[in-house]
């Protein structure tokens, strides 16, 4: 943190008479962190009080819903500015609710945003930090790259196309390796007495495989006995 040249004593946030855009200027206030006094920088407040006015605000709003009426929930949102804006803070008291606003303090605000809306995704993380003794960002980011679930590779599917410089494409066969180079000898017989190119006799077996398949053709018993 940037040395204090001067004296800032912050304002108290009143938490209990808080509405949404004051929330958001104090926050925006905190995040700050330089300011120019006489042509000279100092610190303001660090990204940490913000996380901790965030996380003050989410319990204390966690703790209305607990307390009012529905009706007298939905006022107050509504009186304060904060209808539509709950959710997120909520999720924020439900997720964190096994720690202090003190705790979390070295975490940076998208941090917190973050496990809380991927909860379950970071369930494990989430569950570690209650064994830190000090939580920092960095120990937060070690958790999460610990915890990460590798994907799965999922297996490259084959393919005979080829693509040509002018964007088209054409069929290529891969080689075929067999102990009895029984297909290469039958497919070159083939090509020297009927003077065909491979890729026609290619053609005409997979069409003649299809027919097959498709009931159009059948195997004869030649056996007369």
């Given at each position: 943190m940037i040395?204090?040249?001067?004296?800032?004593?912050?304002?108290?946030?009143?938490?209990?008479?808080?509405?949404k855009s004051e929330f958001e200027q104090h926050a925006q206030e905190k995040a700050n962190t330089l300011k120019s006094v006489g042509g000279e920088k100092f610190s303001l407040l660090s990204l940490g009080d913000v996380t901790k006015t965030?996380?003050?605000?989410?319990?204390?709003?966690?703790?209305?819903?607990?307390?009012?009426?529905?009706?007298?929930?939905?006022?107050?949102?509504?009186?304060?500015g904060w209808k539509g804006e709950e959710k997120r803070y909520l999720k924020i008291a439900a997720v964190f609710g096994d720690f202090s606003p003190h705790d979390l303090a070295q975490?940076?605000?998208?941090?917190?945003?973050q496990l809380a809306n991927n909860s379950n995704k970071y369930k494990q993380v989430i569950d570690a930090l209650l064994d830190l003794s000090t939580i920092t960002q960095e120990a937060v980011r070690s958790l999460v790259k610990e915890h990460r679930t590798p994907?799965?590779?999922k297996p490259e599917k084959p393919s005979i196309w080829r693509r040509t410089k002018n964007g088209g494409r054409y069929c290529q066969i891969p080689a075929i390796h067999e102990e009895d180079e029984?297909?290469?000898?039958?497919?070159?017989?083939?090509?020297?007495?009927?003077?065909?190119?491979?890729?026609?006799?290619?053609?005409?077996?997979?069409?003649?495989?299809?027919?097959?398949?498709?009931?159009?053709l059948a195997f004869v018993n030649e056996d007369k006995n």
């Open positions: 040395a204090q040249v001067q004296s800032v004593i912050p304002a108290q946030v009143d938490t209990k008479a808080i509405t965030i996380l003050h605000h989410a319990f204390w709003l966690a703790e209305q819903k607990q307390k009012l009426s529905l009706k007298q929930y939905k006022k107050l949102l509504v009186d304060r975490i940076e605000p998208l941090t917190v945003y994907k799965a590779t029984r297909t290469g000898v039958t497919l070159q017989r083939m090509m020297d007495t009927e003077g065909l190119s491979a890729q026609q006799i290619v053609a005409e077996a997979i069409a003649l495989r299809q027919a097959y398949q498709q009931g159009q």
